[in-house]
Structure formats: structure tokens, C-alpha cells
């Protein structure tokens, strides 16, 4: 999608749904039914089908991520644990009374454990989200931007949807957390799929749950280091 597609072309309806289906935006029920549109709705599913064309080199900068060696031992575990058990049943162990006292001893020393273990250490706080998504819908403008951002590589990817800036102005993007002042991210490079990268303090607003917001600002960017023009979208993020 280029420049002049972007500014001329609006984004509502099944079109938002769309992309948002392919982005990852949507709650848990919003997309299932979306799915299911996919499989009936030729017209939306050829949506879907666009959009994953022009989302896609919003993924080029993340890399693969090798998946832990404790996922292979637990699907092994899974696979294998039947023949294990039938095994133990051949040799007879279902009719040993020695056998069921030991497990009833088990189950009580395993019940006491489960009750106590809360009690005695609290729980590990949750881990963060590595991987969110904003939609920064129009604020009283054609402005529409998609945000991948990134923990693990400190990056905000930006697909440009619609809206054109001024030839002497530039967007700059703003992560807004409750209660305090807004923090610039810098000038939105011109183009249709662009990243930023995000600073330790970014990160941790964005963690403890701030906002994003462009703004319309002179060419290069606010000189105060706080927004001085308007709002032109924003959204907050969601776990993907």
C-alpha cells in the first residue's frame, strides 16, 4: 500500500475487521466469529487475505524465536505416559494393597501441599506481555495507524493505513501513561510499514499500561519535548 492509497482510500466496516482480524486485535469472541466469516464470506475472506499481503513486512524485523527444550520433554511426556501406564498395569500393580495405601498416603501429602504452598510463598508475579497491538483510530481526522510493538527486540513496528500529513508538518508518536506528562518516541518516518525503537523508560510505561497518540507537529518534530499540535489518533495495547 502506498502513500496515495492510504490518503485516499477509508478504513470501516468489514474492512477494519479485516485487518483487524489479521493483526491480532480482536477479543476472543470478535474473532472467532471472524473466522468463521473467513470460511463463509468469500468477499471478507479476500479482505483477510489483503490485508495479511500488506501487514506482512510489519513482521520482517522479528526474528524466530527457538522454542524451549521443556516443550519437547512435555509433549513426550504426553505421547509416551499411556504405554508407561500399561506396562505397570501388566505386572499386576492394580491389585496390590500395598499399591493403594501408598497412593491414599500420596494423595493426603499431596492435598496438604497444595494448601500450604499458597500460604507459605506468594505467587510469582505475571510476566509481562512480550508482543502488543494498537489500532490508533482517527481522533477527529483521517489518521489510522496499526502498532506492533515488540518487548523482546525494543521496537515499534507502524503500518500506515490512511490519512496523508501536511507537506510542513510531520507525526510524531506519544506513549501516554495515567497521570503523567507525555513521553515523544519520535517523528513517524514517512512510509507504509516503519519501526522506532523503544527505550528501557518506554518500556516500562508501556508496561505498566500506557496509551499511544500521534500528533500533527511542525516538520522534525515538537521543540518543547510535549505535544503542540492535535491529536490525531490513538489507541491502547493488547496482548496478541
Not at 97 to 112: D, E, H
Not at 189 to 202: C, D, F, M, R, Y
Amino acid at each position: 500500500m502506498n502513500g496515495t492509497e492510504d490518503s485516499e482510500r477509508g478504513l470501516g466496516g468489514d474492512d477494519a475487521v479485516a485487518a483487524e482480524y489479521v493483526l491480532g486485535a480482536l477479543d476472543s469472541d470478535e474473532r472467532a466469529a471472524a473466522a468463521r466469516r473467513v470460511d463463509a464470506d468469500a468477499a471478507f475472506a479476500q479482505l483477510v487475505d489483503r490485508w495479511e499481503v500488506t501487514l506482512a513486512p510489519m513482521a520482517s524485523a522479528y526474528g524466530s524465536v527457538e522454542p524451549p527444550a521443556s516443550v519437547k520433554q512435555a509433549i513426550d511426556r504426553r505421547l509416551f505416559a499411556s504405554t508407561a501406564a500399561r506396562t505397570v498395569e501388566k505386572a499386576g500393580i492394580w491389585s496390590s494393597l500395598a499399591f493403594w495405601r501408598g497412593l491414599t498416603v500420596a494423595a493426603f501429602a499431596a492435598l496438604a501441599l497444595y494448601i500450604a504452598v499458597p500460604l507459605l510463598s506468594p505467587p510469582p508475579p505475571a510476566a509481562p506481555a512480550e508482543r502488543l497491538v494498537a489500532s490508533l483510530a482517527p481522533q477527529q481526522s483521517d489518521v489510522h495507524y496499526f502498532v506492533v510493538y515488540d518487548a523482546r527486540t525494543k521496537d515499534i513496528g507502524l503500518s500506515h493505513v490512511t490519512g496523508a500529513r501536511a507537506p510542513d508538518r510531520d507525526f510524531e508518536l506519544w506513549v501516554i501513561e495515567k497521570n503523567q506528562s507525555p513521553r515523544s518516541l519520535g517523528v513517524i518516518p514517512v512510509g507504509s510499514n516503519v519501526h522506532l525503537a523503544v527505550s528501557q523508560e518506554i518500556q516500562d510505561k508501556i508496561a505498566s499500561g500506557a496509551i499511544f497518540a500521534i500528533t500533527m507537529e511542525p516538520k522534525g518534530g515538537s521543540a518543547t519535548g510535549a505535544p503542540t499540535g492535535p491529536v490525531v489518533a490513538s489507541g491502547d495495547l493488547r496482548d496478541i
